[in-house]
């Protein structure tokens, strides 16, 4: 809080690591079927022993079309209709929420800018049901303009404020400076390019790392002027439900 009452960012995503032990005999395999189901909105990967299921993209490059969905904005889901509605309701109404949201897409509309044009979105943001989650999303359309690839656009897009924060330089210098850990390939881009330089990308975000028995785990969380820390805690431990149910 110190850094954005001081000036140095607006937003800051900070995360958390969770470790565990494998329990013997697990198959990953297993693990990312069984997320797969669990989690059927997300993209499911399992990368040389990072795997997780993310609900959001960075981005899809597909013969000259760019998507995108940006998230920035939780809420935990209640426990029946009536609250599991007031949860939305309160995420959609949150200007905190609406804040953080804000930065990170228009940290994306920015970075797209050198490459796309036509660029699209609506004007305020969808809530997105997940089962462990009410998210803030917008979808983002644009046609390719600088015949650049999936690569290319990775490249200028990540970190998005979703998941480093705003101003992007002084949020990675804050990152460094407060969070005691390395986070790997948490966070960053995992999906797939084509030949042609089409591809699909998401953020690795709901994931762990399997190193033989050992697990990490990682869950953020966006900070703007108005968070209450311990909120920001309690909405990683909610991330780190899929993996942390999967993986037992
Ligand atoms: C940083 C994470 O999630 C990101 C941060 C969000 C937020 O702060 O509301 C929401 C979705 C993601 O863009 C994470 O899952 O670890």
Redesign the pocket.
């Not at 940006?70 to 939780?74: E, I, K, P, Q, R």
């Given at each position: 809080m110190v850094a954005i009452e001081g000036g140095e960012v607006s937003k800051v995503?900070l995360?958390r690591p969770l470790d565990a032990e494998l329990p013997e005999g697990t198959d990953l395999r297993v693990i990312a079927r069984d997320l797969a189901f669990g989690y059927p909105d997300t993209f499911t990967f399992a990368v040389d022993g990072l795997i997780g299921s993310s609900?959001?993209t960075l981005i899809r490059s597909e013969g000259g079309e760019l998507t995108a969905r940006?998230?920035?904005?939780?809420m935990g889901r209640g426990t029946d209709a009536r609250s599991d509605a007031e949860a939305a309701l309160a995420l959609a109404t949150s200007q905190k929420?609406l804040d953080?949201h804000a930065f990170?897409l228009r940290s994306l509309l920015l970075s797209l800018e050198a490459h796309a044009g036509d660029v699209m979105t609506a004007e305020t943001p969808f809530t997105l049901k997940l089962p462990n989650l009410w998210?803030?999303a917008t979808d983002v359309r644009g046609h390719l303009t600088d015949g650049a690839s999936s690569l290319d656009l990775i490249d200028s897009l990540h970190p998005t404020a979703?998941?480093a924060g705003t101003p992007t330089a002084d949020a990675l210098r804050v990152i460094r400076r407060l969070e005691p850990f390395d986070r790997g390939r948490?966070?960053g881009p995992v999906g797939w390019v084509g030949a042609d330089g089409d591809g699909e990308w998401a953020?690795a975000?709901?994931c762990a790392q399997v190193t033989g028995s050992r697990v990490r785990a990682?869950?953020?969380?966006?900070i703007v002027a108005d968070s209450v820390p311990e909120r920001e805690v309690a909405?990683?431990t909610m991330?780190f439900m899929p993996v942390a149910d999967a993986l037992g």
């Open positions: 995503v995360a609900p959001e940006v998230l920035a904005g939780s929420d953080e990170a998210h803030l979703a998941v948490y966070a953020i975000l709901r990682f869950a953020g969380a966006g909405e990683t991330k």
